[in-house]
């Protein structure tokens, strides 16, 4: 495929922000270097009009490392019997949050395994307490699959976004890295469900995880145009030692950064963090996802001694800059790229964001 006709291609989804299923194919498997310089560009250039230079926090706390699911790439799968368990109680939550508000952080995540001894009810108090305690904070949840019932219980508690990764659209695809009894259908209609109850959902997928190919991202790409998610969240895969996928190979930071770029560009104000998993295969992933047009980072807020335990991948980095302790740093660092970290909730903002905010049109 010639880079003119790719260079085309990215110019139609920077104006139409959608391609047909085998331009998104040809796009991700002929990339070249030139091509990316392009898409990141242009990436840039969309956040910077929705979001100016502004990159959004989130506090991460990690509240259970119990999982009932046995997902093969997964550290914390249920199969592990070398995995560390843990789980916070609503005191320890409401604690971190605490220390996170102190810190300048208006966005809590509580992220967990499928933990059934998290009880629904339990989880509804955990959030009611910090609704209650931080009435101008978002508070997201991502604790997997549940019934709507549930869903709609934990919304009604004072939880605004959720965050459900498809993890990959095509079936097949999603058999080889998941055991039988996780079906893909239920985990999308999950998503739908969210949204339908009115929470901000993230959806999302690993990079590079084992037997991918660009025919499974380009459906990747199509579900998220059919779903249109409030945030995407994607990240390389990364194996861990004690999973079925501990010798197959991680995903890269190259294509990581080159997909988060096409998703800003399929969706201009979407919410895209540079996630851990790519600031953990590369020490400056964190500045090359900004650069590629992501605008959220999320600082882990765990208490110090259960980060090491919520292990989904091997070396998962949770101290240093990624603790949200060191909030310092990552500024600097941002600074140095010239972006600028800010204290707020960090909503979504709307197509009409463009005109309420009087920013420039591009
Ligand atoms: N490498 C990278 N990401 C992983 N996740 C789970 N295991 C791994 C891994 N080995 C991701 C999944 C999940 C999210 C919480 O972490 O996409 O949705």
Same mark, same amino acid.
């Given at each position: 495929?010639?880079?003119?006709?790719?260079?085309?291609?990215?110019?139609?989804?920077?104006?139409?922000?959608?391609?047909? =299923?085998?331009? &998104?194919?040809?796009?991700?498997?002929?990339?070249?270097?030139?091509?990316?310089?392009?898409?990141?560009?242009?990436?840039?250039? &969309? /956040?910077?009009?929705?979001?100016?230079?502004?990159? +959004?926090?989130?506090?991460?706390?990690?509240?259970?490392?119990?999982?009932?699911?046995?997902?093969?790439?997964?550290?914390? #799968?249920?199969?592990?019997?070398?995995?560390?368990?843990?789980?916070?109680?609503?005191?320890?939550?409401?604690?971190?949050?605490? =220390?996170?508000?102190?810190?300048?952080?208006?966005?809590?995540?509580?992220?967990?395994?499928?933990?059934?001894?998290?009880?629904?009810?339990?989880?509804?108090?955990?959030?009611?307490?910090?609704?209650?305690?931080?009435?101008?904070?978002?508070?997201?949840?991502?604790?997997?699959? =549940?019934?709507?019932?549930? +869903?709609?219980?934990?919304?009604?508690?004072?939880?605004?976004?959720?965050?459900?990764?498809?993890?990959? /659209?095509?079936?097949? !695809?999603?058999?080889?890295? !998941?055991?039988?009894?996780?079906?893909?259908?239920?985990?999308?209609?999950?998503?739908?469900?969210?949204?339908?109850?009115?929470?901000?959902?993230?959806?999302?997928?690993?990079?590079?995880?084992?037997?991918?190919?660009?025919?499974?991202?380009?459906?990747?790409?199509?579900?998220?145009?059919?779903?249109?998610?409030?945030?995407?969240?994607?990240?390389?895969?990364?194996?861990? !030692?004690?999973?079925?996928?501990? !010798?197959?190979?991680?995903?890269?930071?190259?294509?990581?950064?080159?997909?988060?770029?096409?998703?800003?560009?399929?969706?201009?104000?979407?919410?895209?963090?540079?996630?851990?998993?790519?600031?953990?295969?590369?020490?400056?992933? #964190?500045?090359?996802?900004?650069?590629?047009?992501?605008?959220?980072?999320?600082? *882990?807020?765990?208490?110090?001694?259960?980060?090491?335990?919520?292990?989904?991948?091997?070396?998962?980095?949770?101290?240093?800059?990624?603790?949200?302790?060191?909030? /310092? *740093?990552?500024?600097?660092?941002? /600074?140095?790229?010239?972006?600028?970290?800010?204290?707020?909730?960090?909503?979504?903002?709307?197509?009409?964001?463009?005109?309420?905010?009087? #920013?420039?049109?591009?």
């Amino acid at each position: 495929m010639e880079e003119k006709s790719l260079l085309a291609l990215v110019e139609k989804l920077n104006q139409e922000h959608s391609l047909r =299923r085998e331009e &998104w194919e040809d796009l991700i498997r002929y990339r070249t270097p030139e091509v990316s310089e392009r898409v990141f560009s242009r990436a840039r250039r &969309w /956040a910077r009009c929705y979001y100016g230079n502004k990159i +959004y926090v989130r506090g991460l706390i990690e509240i259970s490392s119990f999982c009932r699911n046995n997902c093969l790439y997964c550290g914390i #799968r249920r199969g592990n019997p070398n995995a560390q368990r843990y789980r916070l109680t609503k005191e320890q939550i409401w604690d971190c949050a605490q =220390r996170g508000y102190e810190l300048g952080f208006r966005t809590f995540v509580l992220q967990g395994g499928e933990d059934p001894g998290f009880s629904d009810e339990q989880v509804a108090q955990t959030v009611a307490g910090l609704r209650a305690r931080y009435p101008d904070c978002a508070i997201t949840l991502s604790l997997g699959e =549940r019934k709507k019932e549930v +869903y709609a219980l934990w919304y009604e508690a004072g939880a605004n976004r959720y965050l459900l990764r498809h993890e990959t /659209a095509d079936p097949r !695809h999603y058999a080889r890295l !998941h055991p039988p009894e996780l079906d893909p259908v239920y985990r999308q209609n999950c998503l739908w469900n969210l949204k339908e109850i009115g929470y901000q959902v993230g959806t999302g997928f690993m990079v590079g995880s084992p037997y991918q190919t660009p025919e499974n991202l380009a459906e990747d790409f199509l579900f998220i145009e059919k779903l249109q998610p409030h945030m995407v969240g994607i990240g390389p895969f990364v194996p861990h !030692h004690d999973t079925p996928f501990a !010798h197959k190979p991680a995903g890269t930071a190259e294509l990581t950064v080159f997909l988060l770029a096409l998703l800003r560009l399929q969706q201009p104000n979407v919410l895209l963090p540079a996630t851990t998993a790519l600031g953990t295969i590369d020490p400056k992933g #964190r500045e090359k996802g900004v650069l590629a047009g992501a605008n959220v980072i999320m600082p *882990n807020l765990s208490p110090m001694d259960v980060r090491k335990k919520y292990m989904l991948y091997d070396n998962k980095i949770s101290t240093g800059d990624e603790s949200a302790q060191n909030l /310092a *740093n990552l500024k600097q660092r941002m /600074a140095d790229i010239g972006y600028e970290i800010v204290v707020d909730r960090g909503d979504w903002i709307g197509p009409q964001g463009l005109a309420s905010t009087g #920013r420039a049109r591009i």
